[in-house]
């Protein structure tokens, strides 16, 4: 299922084989929630612009269209058109998320729908059959995401309830995996570490649900307003007591910066709203840093986003046309921005994988993980 190929430092050059494909990692998942990527981008955007794994979420499309209803057309892979590697997020960001329409209990959580407020209980049973009904290749565990900062005695307690409700989830994926009408029976579960900022809570958590023995695992609890050295000396804590030969996953990061310093740290995979949000804001990331397309200095300007890169986009459309269907408040705006920054985004890790087959990812990491960062210079 996994295997490194080589390393540098802690950061690993791997590969991940599933049902519906093998990954090259590092990689970065494109996030599809409902099933599609806001800004209008297609399965067939995605294969052109590098994607290798989608990401969908549970909670979501459990609400609408409804996952019997997904199942009923065959799985998510045939209802989006998606033939690559799919993994569904839990639910479980939305305890966090949705904290004002939520109440936790040891059974699960009690939701108020954010569409129309009716009731919804979801639990780790109930998660694992919402996403054996959507068919991903990679399930993730059911948790809570706990807000940060958090008392110490409240994640304690959150972490243990995270851990039981594991062991459920694990026996629920095996279950379900051997009914003979399942609809992707070769279905991963993904374990998640939790123990907000504290770093003894995190390494005793990871320490536990590594015993579970399962096919990956993930950083999850991470980036939600804790400071970003928080999060890199959370990574360096947790790191070393994750198993070596599964995958590393860290859930909802980030920047391109961040996902530099994480692969430098072990990381194998990653997914972020971040870049398509942005894209549909006109904040567009280049090789030398990013840029507002909105800006005034861009409406005579005939160049590409980049002239660095030779995504779709870059190929065809300059700054000051991106600019105009952005005041025009045209539709093609988001869908070209969001493109460019996804592809940017695979990109990225598709060049962090280079430099690591060839021995540079040190060299890469100081060009280039400060300058992202920054805004583009004109």
């Known amino acids: 299922m996994f295997q490194v190929l080589k390393t540098e430092g802690a950061a690993r050059r791997g590969e991940f084989t599933c049902a519906h494909g093998t990954v090259q990692t590092p990689v970065f998942m494109n996030v599809g929630t409902q099933g599609a990527i806001k800004g209008a981008l297609s399965a067939e955007d995605l294969k052109n612009i590098g994607c290798q794994v989608e990401l969908s979420n549970t909670y979501h499309l459990h609400l609408r269209p409804g996952d019997q209803v ?7 892979h045939r209802f989006m058109t998606w033939d690559g590697p799919i993994l569904t997020d839990s639910g479980g960001f939305q305890v966090f998320s949705l904290s004002s329409l ?5 059974e699960g959580v009690y939701f108020a729908s954010h569409l129309d407020g009716r009731k919804i209980f979801m639990g780790p049973e109930e998660s694992m059959q919402i996403q054996s009904n959507l068919g991903s290749d990679i399930c993730m565990a059911f948790d ?6 958090a008392p110490y005695e409240y994640v304690k307690r959150s972490i243990d309830r995270t851990y039981r409700w594991l062991v459920r989830c694990k026996e629920e994926n095996a279950r379900l995996n051997a009914l003979p009408t399942t609809v992707n029976p070769q279905q991963m579960l993904w374990g998640i570490n939790q123990g907000g900022t504290y770093a003894d809570l995190r390494i005793e958590h990871m320490k536990r649900i590594a015993d579970l023995d399962l096919p990956g695992y993930a950083i ?9 050295q928080v999060m890199y000396d959370i990574i360096d804590a947790v790191e070393p007591h994750m198993p070596k030969e599964k995958t590393r996953y860290l859930m909802g990061v980030g920047t391109p910066s961040n996902i530099i310093e994480a692969v430098a740290r072990g990381v194998d ?12 804001h006109a904040k567009l990331f280049t090789w030398s840093g990013s840029r507002n397309l909105k800006n005034a200095r861009y409406e005579r300007d005939d160049r590409p986003i980049d002239e660095e890169c030779d995504c779709p986009v870059c190929r065809r459309y300059s700054r000051a046309y991106i600019r105009h269907l952005f005041k025009a408040e045209e539709m093609l705006a988001m869908r070209l921005s969001v493109m460019h920054n996804l592809y940017f985004y695979n990109k990225l890790t598709q060049r962090i994988r280079e430099a690591l087959d060839e021995g540079t990812f040190g060299i890469f990491r100081a060009k280039y993980s400060e300058l992202l960062g920054q805004k583009a210079e004109e």
């Open 70 to 76: 997904v199942r009923d057309m065959g799985g998510l």
């Open 269 to 280: 995979f990653f997914d972020c709203v971040m870049p398509a949000r942005n894209a549909r």
């Open 220 to 228: 999850g609890g991470l980036a939600v307003g804790e400071p970003t």
């Open 144 to 149: 809570e995401c706990i807000e940060n900062p």
């Open 102 to 106: 939520r109440k936790i209990k040891e």
